[in-house]
């Protein structure tokens, strides 16, 4: 016999939420019920059981009567399912046609070569993974170093140097730096 929770995962497998899954195999089980009822029984709130049972009609799960209190009766699973089937197919063949169509006018885009030469420069990557974004990020972070670095009077070159901000620091003079440094503390005293 086949367990509630295994039930439930396979109905999942359909594209339902544990929820909607969870509340179908309820009235699968149990039979028709009012909102209030199931809610009872499943310990949980009667508006989780509306919005559940709402998304569930509108995927022709459940049916409702038309009686007060409106009762929910679960659609027969075949009969569901087959019904899944057929709204899939007419999606997927929907997208199939805007695909053909979004190609289609894709190539009678005309190409704006003045957006082409402003973007001149810039370069696109797609890094997937963890290494991939720590080795862009540590180029990117040196080559952005070196071109501001370039812009900077000498004395702030040596002290990134010293504090491990640059790699390299062109005609430096380590004495110069310290001797500067030191002038810095002392007028601050």
């Known amino acids: 016999m086949v367990s509630d929770d295994e039930f439930t995962r396979h109905l999942m497998s359909f594209g339902l939420n544990e929820r909607e899954a969870r509340l179908y195999h309820h009235l699968l089980k149990y039979g028709a019920r009012p909102p209030a009822v199931i809610a009872r029984h499943m310990r949980t709130y009667r508006e989780d059981v509306h919005r559940t049972l709402n998304a569930l009609l509108d995927e022709g799960m459940v049916a409702k009567s038309l009686s007060a209190p409106t009762v929910y009766i679960a659609v027969p699973l075949k009969t569901a399912l087959d019904g899944f089937f057929v709204e899939h197919e007419l999606e997927k063949h929907e997208k199939a046609t805007h695909k053909r169509e979004l190609i289609e006018l894709a190539e009678t885009v005309q190409v704006d070569s003045t957006f082409q030469d402003s973007a001149e420069g810039c370069r696109y990557r797609v890094l997937s993974g963890a290494n991939q974004v720590d080795a862009a990020s540590k180029q990117l972070n040196s080559e952005a170093t070196s071109h501001i670095s370039s812009l900077m009077p000498g ?28 002038q810095k503390s002392h007028a601050r005293i």
């Open 155 to 182: 004395p702030f070159l040596g002290i990134l140097y010293l504090t491990g901000q640059l790699d390299i620091v062109p005609d430096f003079d380590a004495a110069a730096c310290e001797r500067a440094s030191l």
